[in-house]
């Protein structure tokens, strides 16, 4: 067998295991409007949301006035804390205190063990135990709006399943030409290595949430050690997601119910999101780096050479791979409300998120890893 027909195969081969064997990733079919729970009867439980802001001027306003805005029956009110910000985000977070449900900290200068984010939402869970501890905590970011349904429809998820967290991965933003390119794979490829049918079953160990809209019950958080317990971590939602699926069940899904404002307007934006994380993902690992290219490189690039340049078997296995490839795409693009023919662009945007793979380990061993909102927070393990 040749080399080139080899190789075409693998690639094939890979494809179609993604497509069987790795829990129906593709499929998008983990939303929270499918088997939508009933209305919970009886006393809701109090519930504390808890939002970390950092130069968000332009975000907080619609954020915190859609978390004011919900139509959650039980006890619930909206803690900002302000991330030492340089461009008035505490101020237009404070025009909305009218309303009385809300409370605006500033932040305190980060300790060094801690990410920026993690130690604004340890300051605002110190503010909301201060006096009578909510039941539940709901973190959310100072760029997600949700519709005023949102919170009551995940504690009823919460309340009938019997989970200690709800996570929805918030809509990204899939209007400029990066966005329509890039957004889609992105969540396609969060999908792809934490399967959320995996993470929502009971007897499987793969864990998961999506830092945009997490809801905890505070005994089980708390008993999971807290935030306290992740906070050096960059991927610090999946991170969570681990430590309470420990603690009981838990439940990751697509949503249309919160929306990110955040804008991606250049290939560049999205670089940068993808690879203040990418390299965390793979444990700052140069093996596991160059594994995981080697792999991105069979599965995106030789499909396409073997199409353009193969014959035979190389050009037919090159042609049924790529083929497979659009195919797991359609979903996602459809969520996402894109032309289906994006999926035949899938090699080149693959191709994409493996150049922002290298970028990412390129930055850690430079000593900027992890670099959000001028900060550096991947640092060297020693």
């Known amino acids: 067998m040749s080399l080139p027909l080899t190789v075409s195969l693998i690639a094939l081969a890979v494809w179609g295991f993604l ?204 008993r999971a050690g807290g935030i306290d317990s992740v906070r050096h971590e960059i991927i610090d939602d999946c991170a969570l997601g681990r430590r309470m699926k420990q603690q009981g069940a838990i439940w990751l899904g697509l949503t249309e119910r919160a929306l990110s404002e955040r804008r991606y307007e250049r290939l560049s934006d999205v670089g940068r999101m993808i690879s203040r994380s990418a390299f965390a993902q793979l444990r700052y690992s140069t093996v596991i780096l160059m594994g995981t290219i080697a792999g991105m490189a069979i599965m995106f690039a030789v499909p396409p050479v073997a199409v353009a340049l193969g014959t035979g078997g190389p050009r037919v296995a090159g042609a049924l791979a790529w083929l497979c490839m659009a195919v797991s795409f359609q979903p996602m693009l459809r969520f996402y409300r894109r032309s289906p023919l994006w999926g035949l662009a899938f090699p080149l945007i693959g191709l994409f998120y493996a150049a922002f793979t290298v970028a990412s380990a390129v930055q850690f061993w430079r000593g900027r890893g992890g670099r959000w909102k001028g900060r550096i927070q991947a640092m060297k393990q020693t």
């Open 19 to 222: 497509l069987a064997c790795r829990g129906g990733f593709w499929l998008a079919r983990e939303r929270d409007d499918r088997g939508a729970p009933a209305r919970a009867s009886g006393a809701r439980p109090s519930v504390t949301a808890i939002v970390p802001a950092r130069d968000e001027a332009d975000l907080v306003a619609r954020a915190v006035g859609s978390l004011l805005a919900q139509d959650y029956p039980g006890e619930f009110r909206v803690i900002v804390v302000d991330d030492q910000s340089s461009d008035g985000t505490a101020d237009a977070a404070r025009a909305l205190e009218s309303h009385g449900r809300l409370d605006v900290l500033r932040g305190e200068e980060k300790p060094s063990a801690w990410t920026g984010k993690l130690w604004a939402l340890k300051q605002g869970i110190l503010r909301a135990g201060a006096e009578r501890p909510s039941d539940c905590f709901w973190f959310t970011d100072a760029d997600i709006v949700h519709s005023s349904d949102n919170l009551r429809r995940l504690v009823d998820r919460m309340e009938r399943d019997n989970l200690v967290m709800v996570s929805l991965m918030a809509k990204l933003r899939c209007e400029s030409f990066a966005e329509r390119l890039l957004i889609p794979a992105f969540v396609l490829f969060f999908q792809m290595l934490f399967p959320f049918s995996w993470v929502n079953g009971r007897d499987t160990k793969t864990a998961a949430a999506a830092g945009g809209c997490i809801l905890v019950r505070r005994e089980a958080f708390e």
